[in-house]
């Protein structure tokens, strides 16, 4: 959520900056609705101030033995008027409120401008993509003929964009698991295993609600919600807190299931594993200082790229332009890893910096050392990875003639040693 004293000051450089995203959002709504709170608020005030001075009034008549009931009667009718103007306030504060949380985070100067994906800046490529001397197989094709993935009765006990692994594809979705959080928690980052189920507030407080409630599974009658990703529970672990200093640096990672909707989605990518209702994710999230977040967001792109160089999956880095960065994100690198049967790249993961975007919404602060005041920390979060599309892209990148799948040399010990599938 936007600071409302930005919005206050400078509209026009608010908008200017939002429009960068392709969004157009009528901060003069907001305006109004702040310029009547806060009316009201000064008219709460006024009122006080002469309810204050009837008292004293009061006083020194009583003082002197003289009558005070008229004053006292109009002290009385002041009361209830500021009864009445606080329960105004109420609803006023909702509305400014529900306003707030429907505009989006604004970008970080560096962010390039764009329309589209084809306008996002290439930071560079690494591995060279593989040349195959046979018809490579999509990943969903040869999965199937190897027995591990099983999509149509993935349908029958579900329905569409479901998968059920089965065999060796089961051990190398775990392999894969235990990897990447071993990978993490060698990099300072402490293991939770958060629930996969949050309540309305947790939505709101990292963004997804109530913009993205029909991406959202709801679960009722108890009113939770499938969390789409571990950023849900992991940055919400410190929602409404004051966190010493002393304390950030913060870094988790989580393992988790994620479920979306994935409302209007359609074509190729909803084959097979990349795109689904459900599916597993290594998280990574850091709770920063705010003049250490734009550091932390580079050590989290290289947490999550050095996965794929120890995995020798080709790969490359792209910073997003305004027109493709999400709601809440200030800054945003994706990370695409090579994908034969697309003959392009396909996206992986995400790493963002959202500065202090959800801190307001969910009210995390920090205190300073030495200082009186507490400030809003920043947040980030990265995939590291998505375990299916990993599993996608190694199935397709180590495809042998033989039609089988070999297994890179640092998974072979989380493999119990098999070398090929």
Same mark, same amino acid.
């Given at each position: 959520m936007l600071d409302i004293r930005r919005i206050r000051q400078d509209p026009e450089e608010v908008?200017?900056?939002?429009?960068?995203?392709?969004?157009?959002?009528?901060?003069?709504?907001?305006?109004?609705?702040?310029q009547r709170r806060r009316d009201v608020l000064g008219e709460i005030e006024?009122?006080?101030?002469?309810r204050n001075k009837s008292s004293e009034l009061v006083a020194a008549k009583?003082?002197?033995?003289?009558?005070?009931?008229?004053?006292?009667?109009? @002290?009385?009718?002041?009361?209830?008027? =500021?009864?009445?103007? /606080?329960?105004? $306030?109420?609803? %006023?504060?909702e509305e400014l409120r529900l306003f707030l949380l429907t505009v989006p985070n604004t970008p970080l100067p560096e962010v390039p401008d764009g329309v589209s994906a084809d306008d996002n800046v290439e930071i560079h490529r690494?591995?060279?993509?593989?040349?195959?001397?046979?018809?490579?197989?999509?990943?969903w094709d040869l999965g199937e003929r190897l027995g591990i993935f099983d999509f149509e009765r993935a349908r029958k006990i579900t329905g569409a964009r479901f998968t059920v692994l089965k065999g060796m594809g089961a051990q190398l979705s775990r392999a894969l698991i235990n990897y990447m959080l071993d990978h993490a928690r060698a990099r300072n980052y402490l293991e939770v295993?958060?629930?996969?189920?949050?309540?309305?507030?947790?939505?709101?407080?990292?963004?997804?609600?109530?913009?993205?409630?029909?991406?959202?599974?709801?679960? @009722?009658?108890?009113?939770?919600?499938? =969390?789409?990703?571990? /950023?849900?529970? $992991?940055?919400? %672990?410190?929602?409404?807190?004051?966190?010493?200093?002393?304390?950030?640096?913060?870094?988790?990672?989580?393992?988790?299931?994620?479920?979306?909707?994935?409302?209007?989605?359609?074509?190729?990518?909803?084959?097979?594993?990349?795109?689904?209702?459900?599916?597993?994710?290594?998280?990574?999230?850091r709770i920063v200082e705010p003049g250490d977040s734009a550091h932390a967001m580079e050590e989290m792109l290289r947490d999550a790229e050095t996965i794929l160089?120890?995995?020798?999956?080709?790969?490359?880095?792209?910073l997003l332009c305004g027109a493709d960065m999400g709601f809440g994100q200030a800054k945003t690198y994706d990370i695409e890893v090579w994908m034969p049967s697309y003959g392009r790249y396909v996206e992986i993961s995400s790493v963002s910096n959202m500065t202090d975007f959800q801190a307001r919404r969910a009210e995390i602060r920090y205190r300073p050392k030495g200082a009186k005041k507490t400030e809003l920390v920043h947040t980030l979060n990265g995939s590291a990875l998505a375990v299916g599309r990993t599993m996608a892209a190694l199935v397709e990148n180590y495809q042998t003639m033989s039609g089988h799948v070999r297994i890179p040399d640092v998974l072979k010990s989380y493999m119990s040693g098999v070398e090929e599938i």
């Open positions: 908008e200017r900056l939002l429009a960068k995203k392709h969004v157009v959002v009528d901060l003069n709504q907001v305006n109004i609705l702040d006024r009122f006080k101030a002469e009583k003082k002197r033995g003289e009558d005070a009931t008229e004053i006292i009667e109009k @002290t009385r009718i002041v009361g209830e008027q =500021i009864k009445q103007l /606080e329960a105004s $306030l109420a609803p %006023l504060d690494v591995g060279l993509v593989p040349q195959f001397h046979f018809e490579p197989l999509p990943h295993a958060p629930p996969y189920m949050v309540n309305y507030d947790s939505m709101v407080g990292t963004g997804q609600f109530p913009k993205f409630m029909d991406d959202a599974f709801g679960v @009722t009658p108890h009113n939770y919600f499938l =969390i789409p990703t571990a /950023e849900v529970p $992991l940055t919400n %672990l410190h929602r409404g807190e004051i966190l010493s200093a002393d304390l950030l640096p913060i870094r988790y990672t989580a393992y988790t299931a994620s479920f979306r909707a994935e409302a209007g989605a359609a074509g190729r990518d909803t084959r097979g594993l990349i795109r689904q209702h459900q599916f597993d994710k290594v998280e990574l999230v160089e120890e995995l020798e999956i080709p790969y490359r880095t792209v």
